[in-house]
């Protein structure tokens, strides 16, 4: 049945991480500024959520963070050289990311997880549900994962999670859905979520991946919730909440995804992902597939 909801223009980033599974480099620079192949991580996801629709982002950040404020406001005296070089293209580059949304600011004074960083959220979104798009993941654009669980939020109403299946020895490294099947074939009801379970407990082999919308009174259950696994406030404990009390929020309902997803919080799946981009490039894919078969080749 479809019902009339509001209409989803805000998106937030949490942001703070410490990034320690990339130190050194992560010493000094946010993870989120690490680049895929010439842009900052955190870029694609701006542009997703943009994409989308959702020209209003928050940034939930910690301290240190400060490169993603300058990243995305103008640098006046960069764009006064290129424009005396004449460098049109690159000017352009360069003012794209600030010229993308209308981006805000808070600070997560205290690193209590995912939940608490959710919970920061909450004086800038209000009342109205909001989408939760997480940094390490890079969703291709050409798999619109964000614009149909926003669908599919309007249709059935409360909040959304993405679903990924991965094999099951995997499973401990995400929170896992307990799933049953509704009429559409992309899109699952939520019975339970578990937070990072063991293979031998996991009702599922879905596992969550980093975006969300959410319904607001996600914020009402997040004030409340204890600290659990890790000692954390876990975003997947009051979704849990959320799917047991349908008509309060309720209810949850996963969309199933199947396209291109780019891991950035591990190290090798963050090579992998600049390996793929770049090959993929107009501009830079033929003369680098031609070196990678020809490395491929000699030394392996």
């Not at 020209?55 to 910690?62: A, F, H, R, S």
Request: charged letters at 25%.
């Amino acid at each position: 049945m479809s019902h009339a909801h509001p209409r989803i223009s805000k998106a937030v980033i949490p942001a703070a991480g410490l990034g320690t599974r990339f130190l050194p480099a992560t010493k000094a620079t946010p993870k989120e500024m690490l680049p895929v192949v010439d842009k900052p991580a955190i870029q694609y996801v701006v542009e997703e959520a943009v994409s989308a629709g959702l020209d209003d982002v928050l940034m939930v950040t910690g301290r240190n963070k400060r490169p993603l404020e300058d990243h995305f406001d103008r640098n006046y005296e960069l764009e006064s050289a290129l424009e005396k070089k004449g460098d049109s293209e690159r000017l352009a580059k360069v003012r794209e990311s600030s010229d993308l949304a209308m981006i805000h600011y808070v600070r997560q004074g205290d690193p209590k997880g995912l939940g608490h960083a959710v919970l920061c959220a909450a004086p800038h979104v209000g009342e109205e549900p909001f989408a939760v798009l997480l940094g390490d993941d890079l969703i291709d654009p050409r798999d619109p994962l964000l614009q149909r669980m926003i669908e599919v939020q309007g249709q059935y109403g409360g909040s959304v999670v993405a679903l990924m299946e991965v094999a099951p020895e995997q499973i401990h490294l995400y929170g896992c859905a307990a799933v049953e099947a509704t009429g559409d074939s992309d899109v699952v009801q939520v019975t339970g979520l578990v937070e990072k379970p063991e293979p031998a407990d996991a009702p599922s082999n879905y596992a969550i991946i980093g975006r969300y919308v959410l319904d607001p009174h996600i914020f009402e259950i997040l004030r409340k919730t204890e600290p659990g696994r890790g000692g954390e406030i876990q975003l997947t404990d009051a979704l849990q909440r959320l799917a047991e009390a349908e008509t309060v929020g309720g209810p949850v309902h996963g969309v199933v995804f199947k396209g291109r997803r780019y891991d950035t919080g591990d190290r090798g799946d963050y090579l992998r992902a600049i390996v793929r981009l770049a090959c993929e490039r107009d501009d830079l894919g033929p003369d680098f597939r031609t070196w990678l078969q020809r490395y491929v080749a000699e030394e392996m």
